[in-house]
């Protein structure tokens, strides 16, 4: 049974960092293309992929804030945040893309 467990969700004010880690257990790590996205009402919107060869893209106003990368060692996958602003609030998930799993969610919220 594939498991996703994000961490590292929180408060933090404009102009800050954070550093989403999604843990995955079960199934063949390195072979995923994955995912991550937020939502803020109702949909979620991808905001970066990185196939298992770790090719990445973006959406495209979030590229050069945001960077997605994984460690198929340790089966995790990771999304840098910098320069954050108040409309990068939202819960982010992350997600295997082919199986359409997805974990429980991390809340960030930017504020002063």
């Known amino acids: 049974q594939v498991q996703l467990v994000e961490s590292g969700g929180g408060l933090v004010p404009p102009g800050g960092s954070l550093r989403l880690s999604c843990a995955v257990s079960?199934?063949?790590?390195?072979?995923?293309?994955l995912a991550w996205y937020r939502q803020t009402t109702g949909k979620r919107n991808v905001v970066a992929r990185i196939a298992s060869g770790g090719e990445t893209e973006y959406e495209d106003s979030l590229q050069g804030r945001f960077t997605i990368s994984r460690d198929n060692v340790k089966n995790m996958l990771y999304l840098q945040m910098d320069n954050l602003t108040p409309e990068d609030t939202a819960v982010y998930f992350c997600?295997?893309?082919?199986?359409?799993?997805w974990g429980q969610g991390t809340q960030v919220t930017v504020s002063a």
């Open positions: 079960g199934g063949t790590f390195s072979l995923y293309t």
């Open positions: 997600k295997i893309e082919f199986y359409g799993l």
